[in-house]
């Protein structure tokens, strides 16, 4: 993808911004009396106030992007205000959950990638009652040591109950391993959910805990939209949504089964894009099994 050059030029100037500090905000179009090292900038600023906004607008570069990560065994979106992914994508076959990768030799290590403001840290989850949960799971991922020891980078975990994440939510992660076995493919996405909830008001609100001094984000649901890619090419679809909360490790997985536009407008994603959706070929299994 080109960036455009605007964008490009949008780093210089603010590295100029930051130098000057923060006495820029103050300029007088008209001050004389500035220093020159100032005047061309101020003159520049005075002639922007006519130019279409796309000219200036980025000039002193953009609040935030959208901040994508490939690692060896998944694909993320990271979202800094939840200190945690918006969504983990994942490829599984036969070959890839096989190996002998060893999560014994794994741990859980900050994302340096990530700015330390919107970063999540192994003291934020100290006596915090909850699991370092992953999204990609890490037996997902034995055919390379490496590839398992990037599931346990902090930008590819949220606080998850532990009669969760150690019961049902594992269950689920060995059910998508026994469909790769099974199939050509099976690609996973997972990510958490924030549902409203109505209170004692009548009125409904996103209300949700966060934990340690990074107030890292605790979901209250999390979803996994499974594609399954068979050997005839035929394609199934499986979205499931979990409670962050305790789940009798008895539920059969089919219960957690939705729709999967319901997942679609509380996360705010589109899933599978509609040339698949539209396809012949995609069975969208939902309750029940059906």
């Known amino acids: 993808m080109r960036v455009p050059r605007s964008v490009l030029l949008s780093g210089a100037s603010l590295a100029v911004g930051v130098a000057l500090g923060a006495g820029l905000t103050s300029w007088k179009v008209k001050d004389d009396a500035a220093p020159k090292i100032l005047q061309p900038l101020i003159v520049e600023a005075a002639s922007d106030i006519s130019r279409p906004p796309s000219s200036s607008i980025t000039r002193f570069g953009l609040p935030g992007l959208s901040q994508l990560k490939t690692r060896q065994s998944h694909v993320l979106s990271y979202d800094p205000r939840l200190r945690g992914p918006a969504w983990v994508l994942e490829q599984l076959n036969g070959e890839g959950i096989q190996g002998s990768a060893n999560r014994e030799d794994s741990e859980f290590t900050e994302d340096e990638s990530v700015h330390p403001y919107h970063r999540a840290t192994n003291y934020d989850y100290r006596g915090s009652g909850y699991d370092r949960g992953h999204l990609a799971a890490a ?21 998850q109950n532990p009669n969760l994440n150690q019961y049902a939510w594992n269950n689920l992660e060995k059910y998508c391993r026994g469909l790769s076995r099974r199939n050509k493919n099976v690609y996973v996405c997972t990510g958490p959910l924030f549902l409203p909830k109505m209170e004692a008001d009548g009125k409904m609100y996103v209300k949700y805990q966060v934990i340690g001094a990074n107030n890292v984000a605790v979901p209250t649901h999390f979803f996994k939209v499974v594609v399954i890619e068979k050997h005839n090419g035929e394609l199934e679809l499986r979205p499931y949504v979990m409670p962050n909360c305790p789940v009798d490790v008895k539920t059969p997985l089919e219960h957690f089964l939705v729709p999967i536009e319901s997942i679609e407008r509380a996360s705010g994603l589109l899933f599978v894009p509609n040339i698949l959706k539209s396809s012949s070929n995609l069975r969208a299994i939902t309750a029940g099994g059906k």
Not at 139 to 159: C, R
């Open 139 to 159: 037996a997902n991922h034995k055919w390379s040591q490496k590839a398992m020891d990037e599931t346990f980078i902090l930008s590819n975990v949220y606080p």
